[in-house]
Nanobody, 125 residues
Framework: QVQLVESGGGLAQAGDSLTLSCSVS????????IGWYRQAPGKQREPVAA???????EYVNAVKGRFTISADNAKNTIFLQMHSPKPAAAAVYSC???????????????????WGQGTQVTVSS
């Protein structure tokens, strides 16, 4: 099992930056990726950024150059830095971790994915 707990959401004023944190605990040996999704009111949940196995960071086009995902392995925490977010970035941001599918299928690694409870980000113009 993997437990994910987000923090750091809140209200960002125009020009501010905001950093979200996701504390990771449990068995991470099967993990292949960890990252962030978001869901704005009335919209579908969408991916934002992820760190994949090997350490590479991946971003959706909408946040490239504006958000930075990083990890502090010593603290088992990942971060999402939002640099001067626009009002369109307002959403509930959730941390998610993915396990290796083949090992999940063999019954070696719990669930295919895990989710945190989410943290609300509001951006004022």
């Amino acid at each position: 099992q993997v437990q994910l707990v987000e923090s750091g959401g809140g209200l960002a004023q125009a020009g501010d930056s905001l950093t979200l944190s996701c504390s990771v605990s449990g068995d991470t040996t099967c993990m292949t990726a960890i990252g962030w999704y978001r869901q704005a009111p009335g919209k579908q949940r969408e991916p934002v950024a992820a760190i994949v196995k090997g350490g590479n960071a991946e971003y959706v086009n909408a946040v490239k150059g504006r958000f930075t995902i990083s990890a502090d392995n010593a603290k088992n925490t990942i971060f999402l830095q939002m640099h001067s977010p626009k009002p369109a970035a307002a959403a509930v941001y959730s941390c998610t971790a993915n396990n290796e599918a083949s090992r999940v299928a063999q019954g070696l690694c719990g669930r295919p994915d895990y989710w945190g409870q989410g943290t609300q980000v509001t951006v004022s113009s």
